[in-house]
């Protein structure tokens, strides 16, 4: 949990960037009017180029 594969410009651990991710995604669900906790699932759809 300390190093990522793809840390771009971001120097923060991979944990706390996760937590950060997740916490975004509740509060936009949140938002939504969907569940609001941190450990919902989001799915996104990889389209190829």
Known sequence: MESAV???NDERLFCQRSKDRSRATAELYR???LASYEAIEAFVEC???
């Open 31 to 33: 938002q939504l009017g």
């Open 6 to 8: 793809f840390v771009g």
């Open 47 to 49: 389209k190829p180029f």
